[in-house]
């Protein structure tokens, strides 16, 4: 299997966890609006998954940019560059007393990240398929010059 077929497999991995990670929150943030759940317990649920998805989000585009994927690189840049200022800022957690003033900006701003991180998934989907197939291609390619038939 070829270092790019991994690549992508792990950036498929990635990818889809920044969206269930995403979703996670929305779904918090939906179920406090609807008084599904109370202030105390989607904030916490919401804080405990923030710092994890900031983590992957930086890896994989630390991940990026040392295969030298720019293009992914510069998609990816930003966002993390906004989640590293908000973390610095310590902006990234959900305030339990304010979090019904702020639902509608929370939920606009998941909203935002998710579609974003589907972009990123058809991207890196489309990818994965390109890889996939030509490594598939080398292969049969290879077999065929090795003299058998």
Known sequence: MSWEL???????????????????????LSDLEFDYINPYDSSSRINGIVVKEFLVQGALCVLYLLTW?????????????YHLKLYMERKH?????????????????????????LF???????????????????EDDDFLDSGIF
């Open 6 to 28: 991994i690549l992508w497999l792990l950036s498929f991995a990635f990818t889809i966890a920044l969206i269930a990670a995403n979703l996670y929150q929305i779904i918090c």
């Open 69 to 81: 994927h720019w293009f992914m690189f510069l998609i990816s840049a930003p966002v993390t560059y």
């Open 93 to 117: 957690l959900v305030d339990v007393t304010e979090i019904f003033s702020l639902l509608n900006g929370e939920k606009k701003y998941r909203y935002v990240k998710l579609g974003f991180y």
């Open 120 to 138: 990123l998934f058809c991207v890196v989907i489309f990818r994965l398929v390109r890889v996939a197939v030509l490594a598939v291609l080398a």
